[in-house]
């Protein structure tokens, strides 16, 4: 079966700039978790959401970043105004559901000039 | 908070050869711990997870051991290969809480 896929792969923006990034699901997920993975360092979760709703957005950095999942799959992390400092690779993943075992994708690699 | 450390950060051992990776995280309260594998420039691909009631798994030539008490984790390869070369990160998912804190992953390089 598919697995979660991500798009773009790569995306390359300027400063001051608005991007959404896209994540597909396995179907029947119910979870779905965006990381952000800097170089040579392990990912860092920002936010997670069962079903439609957010139920952990504490690491989301600070307001530019957001995150929705409208019908319960598909989700689109938002990020406004970005900085240099947002350039990281972010991962998707999702689970069957609580405490499962997460399935990451192959990540969407942001570059901020 | 938890916080995950895996050691060493790089391994380069020669092939035919087994090998540990360790795993150590700070809060023992956990629901389950999940280890991973990424190549580069890719994502994760889950190797094996064990729950928090559970002491080992097993997956083919992959024995990871869970000892919650003390707070450490071993990811062993048996009869590594050139394949197996990797970074190979560890992740736990602690009580109450959906996310998974990742370590900064071991580099491993099987040599020929």
């Known amino acids: 079966g598919a697995g979660v896929s991500q798009t773009p792969s790569n995306k390359v923006t300027e400063k001051g700039k608005y991007v959404e990034l896209r994540c597909d699901p396995i179907?029947?997920?119910?979870?779905l978790y965006w990381y952000r993975q800097s170089l040579g360092q392990g990912p860092e979760f920002l936010i997670y959401?069962?079903?439609?709703?957010?139920?952990?957005d504490s690491g989301l950095p600070n307001d530019r970043f957001f995150a929705v999942r409208p019908e319960g799959s598909v989700s689109t992390l938002k990020i406004q105004r970005t900085e240099r400092g947002d350039s990281a690779v972010y991962l998707c993943?999702?689970?069957?559901?609580?405490?499962?075992?997460?399935?990451f994708g192959p990540g969407t690699r942001l570059t901020v000039l | 908070k938890q916080e995950v450390t895996q050691i060493p950060a790089a391994l380069s051992v020669p092939e035919g050869e087994n090998l540990v990776l360790n795993c150590s995280f700070t809060?023992?309260?956990?629901?389950?711990l999940q280890w991973f594998r990424q190549d580069p420039g890719k994502g994760l691909t889950s190797l094996l997870l064990?729950?928090?009631?559970?002491r080992e798994q097993t997956s083919g030539r992959l024995n990871a051991s869970l000892d919650k008490s003390s707070g450490r984790s071993t990811l062993y390869i048996a009869a590594s290969q050139p394949g197996d070369s990797a970074t190979y990160l560890c992740?736990?998912?602690?009580?109450?809480?959906?996310?998974?804190?990742f370590g900064q992953g071991t580099r491993l390089t099987i040599n020929p």
């Open positions: 064990i729950q928090s009631s559970q």
């Open positions: 959401f069962q079903g439609t709703g957010a139920a952990d």
């Open positions: 992740a736990v998912c602690g009580r109450g809480a959906q996310k998974l804190v």
């Open positions: 179907s029947g997920h119910t979870a």
């Open positions: 809060d023992s309260a956990i629901y389950n």
């Open positions: 993943a999702s689970s069957l559901g609580l405490f499962n075992e997460q399935f």
